[in-house]
């Protein structure tokens, strides 16, 4: 029975991770030995190898060339990456700020009407991205926002929101009541209790909020291709945009910019992976 | 009960959580009576005038036979991302209640597809299951089956959506029913082994049963995330494609394609029903499942 079990998982994680094996290795790869009819899948130092040889020559073509402008787009990949850095870091700062001071309303105050509004950030998290893009991009055209960093900023910021909500308001109700209490006694005001008692104290909470809320604004592409077609491009867009190439796909490039890409997010999910539970279920279910 | 009463700081507590619902009424709230507006309009994506026309464009959707095919397809495509997954996360995790060596390492390695930019895994997916040079063709060469032409196929190409979104919210369905499995207290086990039940009636009458509130809150959560699938389409085959055009493919085409923007919104809200339906549905649930576990508590 257990070797069966077994089985079964290995079966599922071989099959699982291909795709990311095969990234890692066509990122190593030649241009012209990236698609051949015999799959090259062993990296080889040597100078020649035959068509049909499982051998390719391993080499880093692939990475010097990202920095290259790449027909069809205005910049290099790098600068792309640093469009999603900004977008990303920003949009995740302002989230989990806001969203830690709204958990904190939440969990220490009596909201009126406070299980409505919870219920209605959640909710915001259901709305399918392009019900409201249209009205947005409507809305954005008369602050002219459309093509600017603000904008898509403003935009994940909203919508990870209701993450930072929810998980937020996990962690602080776990908080003891007691620390603030004595604070406030002692002549904090409330804001300085909030500041020097309850975020120190919410700080992992706060850094795995933000592992979550920077992964959903970094993978977003949705928004950020419909809102944006010149200035404040990311990473996913301007891979999406490489496609209708007609010279063909440069796929070492392609793996070894995906593999960057996505480098960040593989260390966050080791690094969350305890709670990641929680960050897919918005804290609603806790272990 | 966590709360401190403060009377005469009543505007405090809105000072913390105002900011959170202001933004999220402006950027939520407001497009979506917006685009109530937009809706009952000719407006275009250029610009210009547009003048009120009636429910014509909602008269449309329902008459134009397009519109039906593509819920045809998303509701194909939910029915069996979902399913897929459910099958496959529930096996591995029963799978995974072994102990052994660098199971830590297994399970985060497993857990690494549903955290990737789908956008920009799909584009890969697309040269790992090209027809003539993709590695998963040749793969199925060697272990002797036909080799598909997987994208361009007009038969094929939902499978192969279908096929990475497996690929990757199979680890959501996994992780969830690890949670629900290990959430199970071991005495009921124990009772059951003194019972002499089988194995097979032990997972019929106590695995199942206890994990199906948790597996049923997996389902819908996926659910409604399968509905508003965009960037696998949007990536394997584009927005256009007959064989692959779910709701949010149509919706973009209409809008960024067309320009007609008065009739996606109208789309966007036939769309938006059926979400809040799955939601509703959702959210009672979560509702009963508290009451059930406050029971249970008790």
């Known amino acids: 029975m257990k070797i069966l079990r077994l089985l079964f998982v290995g079966c599922y994680l071989s099959v699982a991770m291909l795709p990311l094996i095969w990234l890692l290795l066509t990122s190593f790869k030649l241009r012209e030995e990236s698609i051949t009819v015999h799959a090259k899948y062993l990296p080889s130092l040597a100078a020649e190898v035959g068509p049909d040889d499982p051998y390719f020559r391993a080499n880093l073509d692939g990475y010097r060339q990202l920095a290259a402008v790449y027909q069809g787009s205005n910049h290099s990949f790098f600068h792309y990456l640093g469009n999603s850095l900004l977008i990303g870091g920003f949009s995740t700062f302002c989230s989990v700020l806001i969203g830690t001071c709204a958990a904190y309303g939440f969990s220490r105050f009596r909201v009126p009407g406070s299980k409505d509004w919870l219920f209605f950030i959640l909710s915001t998290r259901f709305l399918p991205p392009l019900a409201v893009v249209v009205p947005v991009l409507m809305m954005y055209r008369e602050f002219d926002l459309q093509n600017s960093y603000l904008g898509l900023i403003l935009l994940y910021t909203a919508f990870n929101l209701s993450l930072a909500v929810w998980l937020m308001k996990g962690f602080i109700d776990e908080i003891p009541t007691a620390y603030e209490e004595a604070a406030l006694v002692d002549g904090y005001t409330r804001l300085q209790a909030f500041v020097q008692i309850i975020l120190p104290r919410a700080a992992s909470g706060m850094a795995v909020t933000a592992v979550f809320c920077l992964i959903s604004a970094w993978n977003e592409y949705g928004f950020a291709m419909t809102l944006n077609n010149q200035q404040a491009v990311t990473v996913p867009v301007y891979f999406a945009g490489l496609q209708g190439n007609v010279q063909g796909l440069p796929w070492p490039q392609i793996s070894a910019g995906v593999l960057l890409f996505v480098a960040p997010i593989i260390v966050f999910t080791i690094l969350v992976r305890k709670h990641l539970l929680r960050g897919v279920t918005f804290g609603t279910i806790k272990h | 009960m966590n709360q401190i009463p403060g009377r005469r700081r009543d505007w405090i507590q809105w000072g913390f959580v105002g900011p959170a619902l202001l933004l999220l009424i402006a950027m939520n709230v407001f497009p ?90 799909a584009l890969f997916w697309k040269l790992v299951l090209n027809g003539n040079y993709g590695i998963f063709n040749q793969l199925l060469a060697g272990l002797g089956f036909r080799q598909p032409q997987w994208i361009t196929d007009p038969d094929l190409k939902l499978l192969s959506v279908l096929l990475v979104d497996v690929w990757m919210w199979t680890p959501f369905m996994m992780l969830i029913s690890l949670a629900a499995l290990n959430a199970i207290p071991g005495y009921i086990y124990e009772a059951a082994a003194i019972d002499r039940a089988s194995r097979w009636r032990i997972f019929r009458r106590i695995t199942l049963p206890m994990c199906t509130p948790l597996l049923g809150l997996a389902v819908l959560l996926r659910a409604t995330d399968a509905l508003k699938q965009f960037d696998l389409v949007m990536a394997i085959t584009g927005p256009n494609d007959p064989a692959t055009q779910t709701l949010s493919a149509l919706l973009y085409q209409a809008v960024f394609r067309d320009g007609k923007v008065g009739l996606g919104t109208a789309y966007s809200y036939v769309i938006l029903v059926l979400v809040i339906a799955l939601a509703s549905i959702f959210l009672r649930y979560m509702d009963s499942l508290q009451a059930q576990q406050e029971e249970v508590a008790r």
Do not use: H
């Open chain 2, 32 to 121: 979506l009576i917006y685009s109530i507006v937009l809706s009952f309009t000719n407006a275009d994506l250029v610009g210009g005038e547009w003048k009120f026309v009636g429910g014509l464009n909602y008269k449309f959707i329902f008459k134009f036979a397009k519109y039906g095919q593509a819920l045809r397809t998303t509701a194909l495509f939910v029915l069996l991302a979902v399913s897929a997954e459910l099958v496959l996360g529930f096996g591995l995790a029963l799978a995974l209640l072994e102990r052994f060596r660098g199971k830590t390492l297994v399970l985060t390695a497993l857990m690494v597809p549903m955290m990737l930019p789908q956008a920009v895994i």
